[in-house]
Structures are given as structure tokens and as C-alpha cells.
């Protein structure tokens, strides 16, 4: 029986290898004295009949975009006189917390540069998954601004991961090892305790349950990050994953932003935390509160995290994946000592205590509410879920590639409406459209 299915397999297999071919090289027209370009132009052709008939645009017009494309892919070598003139011209980043001279690739936006930089944790073998979201992020916004871009590690970075991220960046880049004192359990975790989490957690299926780096990598991002002593350097973040997209252009400084307009933290998406990951996080956290009501701020966005008052949690949190916050607040006694009260209850380990609901706590107690930002106009995705901005012309005006139909903002299981009914703002025109 498997026999036969994979011999069926093969039959279909060599019948989609036969239309693809037809559709190759079934293209007539040629594009004139570019013999390396014709193969990719007849692809961009071959995609355009293929596609006849769902997209809204005539052959004609694939055949006409499709010869734009190749001639747009008419990009000089690059060590072509004119790019060697270039790179001679800018021998000074316009960052001023930038040493190296870069080949920049679009016009400095005016104005001054921010005490900020991105900030990336990652593993060598994150390097091409990095790369997509540097790529995306330079285009969108930093080849405009060239801010440095900072990647932590716990083990060494190879030279391959500093080549490429190095050739993908405008701004300086700077790799850290993290101090094993940072990334490790502290001696006030009973072991045997946590490997018995962890098997369960596994017999249980509970996406990295039985991971030890996965909690090294929460503890850290929670307590850590910004006390790295090369981040002691900034007092801005802006944080970077592996794989994320951005799909609108960031039309301004977002530090810029956050510092006129007096914010600390800020956010794209929000959701309902994974409950058996933290089953006594809020217990922690209000012996905190019992114990550090100095550091409550009357103000606080308690409203978002429960409702019923401060009594339990309703798991909503602030997806930390993506974050432009300010780090000396991250620094400031009011964080430390909140992190710290969490650590010594031992919920990184004895449970799964993620960075994000962590954050998203201490940014809900220790700050104004004014202080957290929702960046509408970041348009963003970590999978599963994508932030598209409301609005449409927002939309056109940044120039966003992505479907307003996957916005999460006004799914069900988006904690984002509660943080506008706590703020008392309107809902953006266009939301219904996208629940
Ligand atoms: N150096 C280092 N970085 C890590 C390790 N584990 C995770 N990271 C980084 O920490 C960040 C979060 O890890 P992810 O694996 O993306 O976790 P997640 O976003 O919850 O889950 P995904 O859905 O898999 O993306 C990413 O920037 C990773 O590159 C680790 O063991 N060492
Ligand atoms: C940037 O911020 C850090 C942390 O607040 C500070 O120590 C440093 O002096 C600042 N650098 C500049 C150039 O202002
Ligand atoms: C919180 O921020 C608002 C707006 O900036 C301000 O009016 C209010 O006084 C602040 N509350 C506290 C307790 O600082
Ligand atoms: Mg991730």
C-alpha cells in the first residue's frame, strides 16, 4: 500500500515539474542585452500567468511590471567605482554613538539621534532568521537613522553571525556575552524540584515546558537585558526577534516619540497569557505589592491586568517580542525590587514564567498608564500573530504590505480594546471591519 502511494507520489510530482517547465519556457518576448536577466524576467513572467485571473492586474501589465523588475534589478557591482566614491564620502555615521563608517543606503533622516539601540538576543544558529528581521527593520526605518544595534548572547558569537548582521545594519554593532550569573539557577533553586516541573510540563505538552534554555532565555529578558554592561551604555531599547516582519515604513524617530511624549513602555500586540505557564505569578506579584506599596503608582494600568481590582489576573499582557521601552526605568529600585521579589519565588523555574507577562506586570503597576504606548502605526509580525494598523489611509500613507483582515488588535483573544477603554480612547475608525 505505501508502495503505491509514493509511486502515485512520483506520477504527480513529475506532472507539476512538466507545467512549471511548460510555463518557463513557453514566454515569448525577450528583455533586450540582459542575457543574465531573461531567466528571472521569464520567471516574473511565468508567475504573472500563472496568476492570471485572481489578481486584478492584465498580462499586459505583468509583462510591463515584470521587465521593471528586471531592470530594477540592474543594481551596479559593488565595488564599482561609484560605490567605492560613496563610501569614501561618508566616513562618519550621522549616529553620534556610532564609530564605524558605514555605506549608507538611504538619505539621514535630520535631526538629532536618540541615547538608544536595537537590542537583539539570539544564537548563532538564529543568524538567517535574525538577518530577515534586520533586513526588514533597516528598510522600514534605521538606514534613515543608524542606530547602533546590540546582539547578547550566552555563548560566544561566531564570525559568521558578526559578518552578516554587520553587513546588514547602518549603525554600529556590538555582541555581548552574557555572564554565567545571568543565565543559569540561582543557588536558591531546589534542582530537583525544577527537573520535576519540567517532566511534567512535558507529559503535559506545554509548548517548552521541558526547556531549560527557554527559562534561562524568560529569567533573562526579565531581570537582565538592560544591566548587560554594554546596555548600560543606552536609555533607550528597542527590542528585535528572530523572523519578526515589519510591514509599514516607521515614518518617525519612534525614541523620539517616546521621550517627548513622556513614555517608558510600549507595545504593538497583546493577548491572554498561557495559564499553566504561570499559575502563581499573581500570587507573587501581590506579595510584592504587600510588600513594596511605595512602589505602586496611583495612576498604574491595574485596570488592564484584572477585573476585579488587583484581586487575580486576567492574563492579558503586552507581547514582548517587540518593545521600545526606556531602560533606566527597567534600572530604576521600583523594577529591580519587583523583579527580584519574582525571582526569589521561583516561578522562572518552578513554573514558566514568561518575560512578557513579567514586563507587562511591572509596566501595569509601576508606571502611569500614560506612560505605556501603543504603537498603532508599527505594523508587525511574530508568529502566529500580526499587528496591521486600522485605518486605511495610515495604511497607504506608510506604504504597509500587509492585510488589514490579519489584524489581531480586535480578534477575541487580543487584549488590545481593553487597554483603549482604560485610556477611555476611541476605538480607530475601521475596527469593526477587522473583529
Ligand atoms: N543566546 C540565546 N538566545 C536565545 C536562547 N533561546 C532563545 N533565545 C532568543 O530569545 C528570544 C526569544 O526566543 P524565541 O525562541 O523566539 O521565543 P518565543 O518568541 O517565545 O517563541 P517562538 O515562537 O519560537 O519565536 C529570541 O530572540 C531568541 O533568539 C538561548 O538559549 N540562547
Ligand atoms: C546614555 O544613557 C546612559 C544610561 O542612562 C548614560 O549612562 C549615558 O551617559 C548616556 N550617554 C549619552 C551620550 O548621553
Ligand atoms: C499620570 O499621568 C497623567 C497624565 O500625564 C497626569 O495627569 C497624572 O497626574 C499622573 N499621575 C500621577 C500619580 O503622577
Ligand atoms: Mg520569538
Redesign the pocket.
Known amino acids: 500500500m505505501a508502495g503505491s502511494t509514493r509511486y502515485l507520489r512520483y506520477i504527480v510530482f513529475a506532472f507539476v515539474a512538466l507545467i512549471v517547465i511548460f510555463f518557463i519556457s513557453s514566454s515569448s518576448s525577450a528583455v533586450p542585452g540582459a542575457d543574465h536577466l531573461q531567466s528571472a524576467t521569464d520567471l516574473l513572467k511565468g508567475q504573472g500567468s500563472l496568476w492570471k485571473g485572481t489578481g486584478s492586474t492584465s498580462p499586459a501589465a505583468d509583462s510591463a511590471a515584470a521587465e521593471k523588475a528586471a531592470s530594477d534589478l540592474k543594481i551596479p557591482p559593488a565595488h564599482s567605482e561609484a560605490a567605492a566614491a560613496t563610501a569614501s564620502q561618508s566616513n562618519s555615521s550621522p549616529n553620534p554613538y556610532s564609530s564605524t563608517p558605514k555605506v549608507l543606503s538611504g538619505k539621514p533622516a535630520s535631526g538629532a539621534r536618540m541615547n538608544a539601540t536595537f537590542v ?4 548563532n544558529s ?1 543568524v538567517w532568521e535574525i538577518s530577515r528581521s534586520i533586513r526588514q527593520v533597516e528598510d522600514r526605518f534605521n538606514h534613515n537613522y543608524n542606530y547602533d544595534w546590540v546582539f547578547l ?3 560566544e558569537f561566531d564570525d559568521t553571525f558578526k559578518k552578516v548582521t554587520t553587513a546588514l545594519t547602518s549603525g554600529r554593532t556590538r555582541y555581548g556575552k552574557i555572564d554565567s550569573e545571568h543565565w543559569g539557577f540561582p543557588d536558591f533553586i531546589d534542582q530537583d524540584k525544577a527537573r520535576k516541573v519540567r517532566e511534567d510540563m512535558h507529559e503535559r505538552k506545554i509548548i517548552y515546558g521541558d526547556s531549560i ?2 527559562r ?2 524568560c529569567r533573562y529578558e526579565s531581570g537582565f537585558f538592560f544591566r548587560h554592561p554594554i546596555m548600560l551604555e543606552y536609555e533607550w531599547y528597542w527590542r528585535v ?2 523572523s519578526i516582519e515589519l510591514f509599514c515604513d516607521v515614518a518617525y524617530d519612534p525614541f523620539v516619540f517616546m521621550a517627548e511624549n513622556k513614555k517608558k513602555y510600549s507595545f504593538v500586540l497583546s493577548l491572554y497569557e498561557y495559564v499553566e505557564t504561570i499559575p502563581t505569578l499573581w500570587d507573587s506579584v501581590k506579595g510584592f505589592m504587600k510588600q513594596h506599596p511605595e512602589h505602586i503608582v496611583p495612576d498604574n494600568a491595574m485596570e488592564f491586568l484584572s477585573d476585579d481590582g488587583g484581586n487575580t489576573y486576567n492574563h492579558c499582557h503586552f507581547w514582548s ?1 517587540f518593545e521600545v521601552g526606556n531602560l533606566d526605568w527597567l534600572r530604576s529600585k521600583a523594577y529591580v525590587d519587583f523583579f527580584d521579589h519574582l525571582d526569589k519565588d521561583g516561578g522562572f523555574f518552578y513554573e514558566r514564567w514568561g518575560d512578557a507577562p513579567v514586563h507587562s506586570i511591572a509596566a501595569g503597576l509601576l508606571l502611569n498608564k500614560s506612560e505605556i504606548h501603543f504603537f498603532n502605526d508599527i505594523a508587525y509580525y ?2 502566529p500573530f500580526t499587528h496591521c494598523p486600522t485605518g486605511e489611509q495610515t495604511r497607504l500613507d506608510l506604504k504597509c504590505h500587509c492585510n488589514p483582515k490579519d489584524n489581531f488588535d480586535w480578534n477575541g483573544y487580543s487584549c488590545t480594546k481593553r487597554y483603549f477603554e482604560m485610556n477611555k480612547l476611541p476605538l480607530p475608525e475601521g475596527y469593526e471591519k477587522e473583529q
Do not use: F, G
Not at 537583539?120 to 544564537?123: D, G, Q, Y
Open positions: 537583539t538576543l539570539a544564537r538564529d548572547n550566552d555563548a534554555s527557554y534561562h532565555m526577534e528572530p517580542n511574530h508568529v
